[in-house]
């Protein structure tokens, strides 16, 4: 048995002190911390936190040799107890890593927990320290009956995220397991039946699309939400997520429309219970066995996380959360994201899903312009292929998804299974759209198929940020700042850069991009003033004509199977 004690040594410093203790250890025990956590794709150093491991057997110190950036080894003396302790540093408020302070506490095992080399297979038991008064724990790890909880394996410990803290707790059954939610910091005005109600609608047809009448494939299931000033994520685990939101984003008592931010909470709250069954369980071969030392390179985050992404506003509306008109809305915010990048002429999503390492989570001023997300394309990817198997009439991506999970017993797939379930929902092989929509990098051809399910598709005015192919912010006191310059567009062949501050246009001070349409016509040449490393510079901008916005919305009166589709898809 390997043991981890977890102590809250001193949350004014943030620190977690930890207790490995390890039964029978080799003669020369290998010991190290994860580089990265899964479901996030960067290597993030977790070590870089850990300091003062020491080691002692039979109550005397052994000595430590660190390997490299993040593993240690152990001469041990015979085969008694060996007992490792340490310090870890715990300020980061994400989802991904640990956190400590007077208030809460929040830890992923690859941020605490040291793997020992050769015994990751046996049984790991986690024990927490004692706790401020009135703390509570959340956490979907097994109780153990000798105290503290216990996993089946390292691989199971590290993907249970444990909370600490006081917490608003509710709970829901949902496909005959339950379910728990635990809410830290939110308002006084927090509806917290009303998160209960519409998370368990979507748990409920979750279940039902994958299982039918079927249990589902955990015993139980936490979700762990910090509700924060300003701040937005999740991170997917095998019987539980850990999210952060904005506060105002909870619902309201009293609130009965649901608010933009709430249907986007709903939304992440969708996305990552799917992928209890798009990548924790279904997963990519490559993911069979996580290497924690190094990143795990796969193209297919295009399906797992871009096909997650579409089903997870899809499921909102499949709950009754919102309706076909606030669905198609949300669709066409993801299609004006996809084609407001000129990266996704440069980049394919199979390429970008590889990439993810070095290109998705280290966003810079030319990410828009160099690369596309693959959750943003891969969901119009998933997009294009319901409505292409729809249209053949033979099946759907439902029915594609259902058979994948039988076909490989929720386990390991690659691109080879993908295209056959594909395929088999076609009545013919899909090669030539996975080729063209997966590994290159034309645009879908999107309005076609939604015409033919019953959906039509029409074009806003260009705003001044299209027109110009800018993405700025705007505040009254610092005015309006370029974060970023879009590829081939007016203000790229002007020479303005990422970084300029815009001060004015024509002789006229602007705090708002919008203010250059009172100065002068679409097209018009004007003079900006502009600020650049404590310089100011004139430059002659042209603004373009580009197309604006794509709108979405339900054919009134379609053809008789444009409507039958459409109904099928979306219901009545």
Same mark, same amino acid.
């Given at each position: 048995?390997?043991?981890?004690?977890?102590?809250l040594?001193?949350?004014?410093?943030?620190?977690?002190?930890?207790?490995?203790? #390890?039964?029978?250890?080799?003669?020369?025990?290998?010991v190290?911390?994860? #580089?990265?956590?899964?479901?996030?794709?960067?290597?993030?150093?977790?070590a870089?936190?850990?300091s003062?491991?020491?080691?002692?057997?039979?109550?005397?110190?052994?000595g430590?040799?660190?390997?490299?950036?993040?593993?240690?080894? #152990?001469?041990?003396?015979g085969?008694?107890?060996?007992?490792l302790?340490?310090?870890?540093?715990?300020?980061?408020?994400?989802?991904r890593?640990?956190?400590?302070?007077?208030?809460?506490?929040?830890f992923?095992?690859?941020?605490?927990?040291?793997?020992?080399?050769?015994?990751e297979?046996?049984?790991?038991?986690?024990?927490?320290?004692?706790?401020?008064?009135?703390?509570?724990?959340?956490?979907?790890?097994? +109780?153990?009956?000798?105290?503290?909880?216990?996993?089946a394996?390292?691989?199971e410990?590290v993907?249970?995220?444990?909370?600490?803290?006081?917490?608003?707790?509710?709970?829901?059954?949902?496909?005959?397991?339950?379910h728990?939610?635990v809410?830290?910091?939110?308002?006084?005005s927090?509806?917290?039946?009303?998160?209960l109600?519409d998370?368990?609608?979507?748990?409920d047809?979750?279940?039902a699309f994958?299982h039918g009448?079927?249990?589902?494939?955990?015993?139980?299931?936490?979700f762990?939400?910090?509700?924060?000033d300003?701040?937005?994520?999740g991170l997917?685990?095998?019987a539980?997520?850990?999210l952060v939101?904005?506060?105002r984003?909870?619902?309201?008592r009293?609130?009965a429309?649901?608010?933009d931010g709430?249907?986007?909470l709903l939304?992440?709250?969708?996305?990552?219970?799917?992928?209890?069954?798009?990548?924790?369980?279904?997963?990519?071969?490559?993911?069979?066995?996580y290497?924690?030392?190094?990143?795990?390179y796969t193209r297919?985050?295009?399906?797992?996380e871009?096909?997650?992404?579409?089903?997870?506003?899809i499921?909102?509306?499949?709950?009754?959360?919102?309706?076909?008109?606030?669905?198609?809305?949300?669709?066409?915010?993801?299609?004006?994201?996809?084609?407001?990048?000129?990266?996704?002429?440069?980049?394919? #999503?199979?390429?970008?899903?590889?990439?993810?390492?070095?290109?998705?989570y280290r966003?810079?001023?030319n990410?828009?312009?160099?690369?596309?997300?693959y959750?943003a394309?891969?969901?119009?990817?998933?997009?294009?292929?319901?409505?292409?198997?729809r249209?053949?009439?033979?099946?759907?991506?439902?029915?594609?998804l259902?058979?994948?999970?039988?076909?490989?017993?929720?386990?390991p797939?690659?691109?080879?299974d993908?295209?056959?379930?594909?395929a088999?929902?076609?009545?013919?092989?899909?090669?030539?759209?996975?080729?063209?929509?997966v590994?290159?990098?034309?645009?879908?051809?999107?309005?076609?198929?939604?015409a033919?399910a +019953?959906?039509?598709?029409?074009?806003?005015?260009?705003t001044?940020?299209?027109?110009?192919?800018l993405?700025?912010?705007?505040s009254?006191?610092a005015?309006?700042?370029?974060?970023?310059?879009?590829? +081939?567009?007016?203000?790229?062949?002007? +020479?303005?850069?990422?970084?300029d501050e815009l001060?004015?246009v024509?002789?006229?001070r602007?705090?708002?991009?919008?203010?250059?349409?009172?100065?002068?016509?679409?097209?018009?040449?004007?003079?900006?003033?502009v600020a650049?490393?404590?310089?100011?510079?004139?430059?002659r901008?042209?603004s373009?004509?580009?197309a604006g916005?794509?709108v979405?919305?339900?054919?009134?009166?379609?053809?008789r199977?444009?409507?039958?589709?459409?109904?099928?898809?979306?219901?009545?």
């Amino acid at each position: 048995m390997i043991e981890y004690r977890i102590d809250l040594a001193d949350p004014a410093a943030h620190l977690f002190r930890v207790t490995l203790t #390890v039964a029978r250890p080799a003669a020369s025990l290998i010991v190290s911390l994860p #580089v990265w956590i899964p479901g996030s794709y960067l290597v993030r150093e977790f070590a870089r936190h850990l300091s003062g491991l020491a080691a002692r057997q039979g109550g005397r110190a052994v000595g430590v040799e660190q390997l490299d950036k993040a593993s240690w080894r #152990v001469d041990c003396r015979g085969a008694s107890t060996l007992t490792l302790a340490y310090d870890v540093y715990a300020f980061d408020p994400s989802v991904r890593a640990a956190w400590l302070d007077a208030r809460r506490a929040f830890f992923n095992g690859t941020s605490l927990c040291l793997r020992v080399h050769g015994r990751e297979d046996e049984p790991q038991r986690l024990r927490l320290g004692p706790l401020p008064r009135g703390w509570q724990v959340a956490t979907a790890l097994r +109780g153990s009956a000798r105290g503290g909880y216990e996993a089946a394996d390292y691989d199971e410990l590290v993907d249970h995220p444990v909370a600490l803290g006081t917490f608003w707790r509710g709970s829901f059954t949902a496909g005959g397991v339950a379910h728990e939610f635990v809410v830290e910091g939110a308002l006084p005005s927090f509806d917290g039946a009303r998160l209960l109600a519409d998370a368990k609608r979507i748990c409920d047809a979750q279940i039902a699309f994958w299982h039918g009448r079927k249990a589902p494939p955990f015993e139980r299931y936490v979700f762990m939400l910090n509700a924060v000033d300003d701040g937005y994520g999740g991170l997917e685990h095998r019987a539980s997520t850990a999210l952060v939101a904005s506060r105002r984003d909870l619902p309201r008592r009293g609130q009965a429309a649901a608010s933009d931010g709430y249907v986007t909470l709903l939304g992440l709250v969708s996305h990552e219970y799917f992928h209890a069954w798009n990548v924790k369980r279904l997963r990519p071969a490559e993911f069979a066995r996580y290497d924690y030392t190094r990143e795990n390179y796969t193209r297919l985050l295009w399906f797992f996380e871009g096909f997650t992404s579409y089903y997870d506003d899809i499921f909102l509306l499949r709950a009754g959360v919102i309706d076909v008109p606030r669905y198609l809305k949300l669709l066409a915010k993801s299609i004006n994201g996809v084609l407001g990048a000129p990266g996704r002429k440069v980049q394919s #999503v199979a390429q970008a899903s590889f990439d993810a390492w070095v290109k998705y989570y280290r966003s810079d001023e030319n990410t828009p312009n160099a690369t596309i997300s693959y959750y943003a394309k891969g969901a119009l990817v998933a997009l294009a292929f319901d409505l292409t198997l729809r249209a053949a009439g033979k099946g759907s991506l439902d029915a594609a998804l259902r058979a994948l999970w039988k076909a490989s017993d929720g386990g390991p797939i690659d691109e080879g299974d993908i295209a056959r379930a594909l395929a088999a929902g076609a009545g013919r092989p899909l090669d030539a759209e996975l080729a063209a929509w997966v590994h290159g990098t034309d645009d879908l051809p999107l309005q076609a198929l939604l015409a033919k399910a +019953g959906v039509q598709w029409a074009a806003e005015p260009a705003t001044q940020a299209q027109r110009l192919g800018l993405r700025v912010s705007e505040s009254a006191l610092a005015g309006v700042q370029i974060k970023h310059v879009l590829r +081939g567009g007016a203000a790229e062949r002007a +020479g303005v850069a990422a970084g300029d501050e815009l001060l004015a246009v024509g002789g006229w001070r602007v705090r708002r991009l919008d203010d250059i349409a009172l100065l002068g016509d679409a097209g018009d040449e004007l003079d900006w003033l502009v600020a650049r490393d404590q310089r100011l510079l004139t430059l002659r901008v042209r603004s373009g004509d580009d197309a604006g916005a794509v709108v979405l919305a339900a054919a009134d009166t379609p053809a008789r199977d444009a409507l039958a589709r459409r109904r099928a898809w979306l219901g009545s």
